[in-house]
């Protein structure tokens, strides 16, 4: 047995303090962590071989069969994980730091054809810049880097020197991946554009106008609410005008700036532009002040480099893929580098807004209101968010400033390159389909149902708009009656059979509603 050999482990119960659903022997990136020490977020499954003939999936654990086991090399490993696990860009990163060129030169000219050899070849050298010392591929057909069948890419240009197909959707700077699941697969199959379009189709053009300025102002308003602040009227309507014209505008830190200062508003206490120091979602000790984090933020250090990464993806790769996918990399990707001192969670969902808008996903004036979608499912959304951020903080090595923030002291800037976003792409899929299936026809058909009550009002008695709207929202807070208070003080001039009569008109244009 050779020295490589030697690194990888045997079947075992436990790794690294973590079960196993049965005694199994680590494969692909699992073998990989282990036997190079890497220093990485785990990948959300963890994949090993077992004694038996069928597959085992529990606990974060994918069991495979000995049919499966790789050669116990590091070549072996990694061809294992490409064919069966797909790409975790930042495990490989840091395994081609640690192994150095020579490994990788040896195996690709062990196999100078080889697809996965190539594969290998191609991202070690896309990852680390360097280039091999290694003749121009001469053979073999050209292979996609990135397996379709595993996870998202768009179709990508041919990269001559290795004989593959560049299908990365992003760049050194900026690339997390999804894999294909079943669910995002039957979301992307339900056409969720065509079915926004049908419900609006037959929708009078003024109501759709005020349908689109209603879900407009409840999105803002929800954005702000999942922050916790209820801000004046003034800034919810002019942070919903920023959100109406998403997608109108290419996406460069110019516009983010401006996006910044238009959600913050009042600047005084709060230093617009990148961060210049670290920055954390948390709370803080109440007797020492020292910082309590949730998630820490990239290093502000990065921050160029992430951004025009995210800049690069949103004009390149992400007009190739698909819209709600893009939409998940490029906002939850924002929002875990966390580039400002404040407003970065209201920028992170306007960016779906404006992913999805520049794509032709939603019909024209028409914004989704995802944000209230999150609303309604807020634990599920914190539960996704923390869904990397718990793996991500143990790795993250910080001490506390004077002035009560987070100094990172170790090179963190892959970890929010290439995250695992597939829960997030789920997440925001189930919003969508949520906003355009309920919201969208909920809206249309309560603002149909309106104006028939008050055109039925305006047929029987003269009132001004105002107070039909107030007699609106009295018949709506009382069940479709009119409250004694209502009867008494401001509609004391409707007599018994005018009142009743308008709790009939009520009951009739909303009797769907009340059941």
């Known amino acids: 047995m050779t020295e490589t050999q030697d690194r990888f482990s045997g079947p075992i119960i436990i790794f690294q303090e973590r079960r196993l659903p049965e005694k199994a022997t680590p494969a692909g990136y699992s073998a990989l962590i282990d036997a190079y020490t890497l220093s990485v977020p785990?990948?959300?499954?963890?994949?090993a071989t077992g004694q038996h003939?069928?597959?085992?999936?529990?606990?974060?654990?994918?069991?495979?069969?000995?049919?499966?086991?790789?050669?116990?090399?590091?070549?072996?490993?990694?061809?294992?994980?490409?064919?069966?696990?797909?790409?975790d860009l930042v495990v490989?990163?840091?395994?081609?730091?640690?192994?150095?060129?020579?490994?990788?030169e040896a195996i690709v000219r062990d196999k100078p054809s080889g697809a996965y050899a190539r594969r290998i070849w191609f991202l070690y050298e896309w990852l680390t810049g360097?280039?091999?010392?290694?003749?121009d591929a001469s053979g073999g057909r050209?292979?996609?880097?990135?397996?379709?069948?595993?996870q998202y890419a768009p179709d990508g240009e041919t990269a001559p020197r290795y004989r593959v197909k560049n299908n990365m959707p992003g760049t050194p700077d900026f690339c997390p991946l999804v894999h294909r699941t079943k669910q995002l697969d039957e979301f992307a199959a339900l056409d969720l554009p065509r079915r926004a379009q049908e419900v609006v189709a037959d929708v009078p053009r003024d109501l759709l106008a005020r349908t689109a300025a209603f879900l407009l102002l409840k999105d803002s308003k929800s954005s702000y609410a999942i922050e916790g602040e209820s801000p004046p009227q003034d800034r919810i309507q002019r942070w919903g005008r920023a959100i109406g014209e998403a997608g109108q505008r290419p996406l460069d830190l110019e516009e983010l700036l401006r996006l910044q200062r238009v959600v913050i508003g009042?600047?005084?206490?709060?230093?617009?532009?990148?961060?210049?120091?670290?920055?954390?979602?948390?709370?803080?000790?109440?007797?020492?002040?020292?910082p309590l984090p949730d998630h820490?933020?990239?290093?502000?250090?990065?921050?160029?480099?992430?951004?025009?990464?995210?800049?690069g993806f949103d004009q390149g790769p992400a007009g190739s893929i698909d819209p709600v996918i893009a939409a998940a990399i490029l906002a939850f990707g924002f929002v875990y580098v966390h580039p400002f001192e404040d407003g970065n969670g209201r920028i992170h969902r306007y960016l779906i807004h404006h992913a999805l808008a520049q794509r032709g996903f939603n019909p024209p004036g028409v914004v989704f209101p995802v944000s209230a979608a999150i609303l309604e499912q807020i634990d599920a959304y914190r539960s996704v968010l923390e869904s990397y951020s718990e793996r991500l903080l143990p790795l993250i090595e910080w001490e506390a400033t004077d002035s009560f923030n987070v100094r990172v002291l170790n090179d963190t800037g892959d970890f929010y390159r290439f995250f695992d976003a597939t829960p997030h792409a789920e997440f925001l899929y189930a919003c969508v389909r949520k906003t355009i299936e309920e919201d969208l026809p909920n809206e249309t058909g309560f603002l149909r149902r309106y104006d028939h009550f008050k055109s039925r009002i305006e047929d029987f008695i003269e009132m001004p708009e105002r107070m039909i709207d107030l007699l609106f929202r009295f018949l709506q807070q009382s069940d479709g009656?009119?409250?004694?208070?209502?009867?008494?003080?401001?509609?004391?001039?409707?007599?018994?059979?005018?009142?009743?009569?308008?709790?009939?008109?009520?009951a009739d244009a909303f009797a769907q509603e009340q059941r």
Do not use: C
């Not at 490989?92 to 990788?104: D, H, S, V």
């Not at 050209?142 to 595993?150: A, H, K, N, R, S």
């Open 42 to 47: 785990w990948p959300r499954t963890l994949t």
């Open 53 to 87: 003939h069928r597959t085992i999936e529990d606990g974060g654990w994918r069991i495979l069969t000995p049919r499966h086991a790789p050669n116990p090399t590091l070549e072996g490993h990694l061809t294992f994980a490409l064919k069966y696990e797909g790409l």
């Open 92 to 104: 490989l990163k840091r395994l081609f730091l640690t192994t150095g060129p020579n490994k990788i």
């Open 130 to 135: 360097e280039t091999l010392g290694l003749p």
């Open 142 to 150: 050209y292979v996609p880097v990135i397996d379709p069948d595993l």
């Open 266 to 290: 009042d600047a005084r206490f709060v230093k617009i532009g990148l961060r210049q120091e670290g920055g954390f979602v948390g709370e803080h000790d109440r007797d020492t002040r020292m």
């Open 296 to 311: 820490i933020s990239a290093r502000h250090e990065d921050l160029s480099d992430l951004l025009n990464g995210m800049i």
């Open 481 to 506: 009656h009119l409250s004694n208070r209502a009867r008494e003080k401001e509609f004391a001039a409707l007599t018994n059979d005018e009142a009743e009569k308008i709790e009939q008109i009520y």
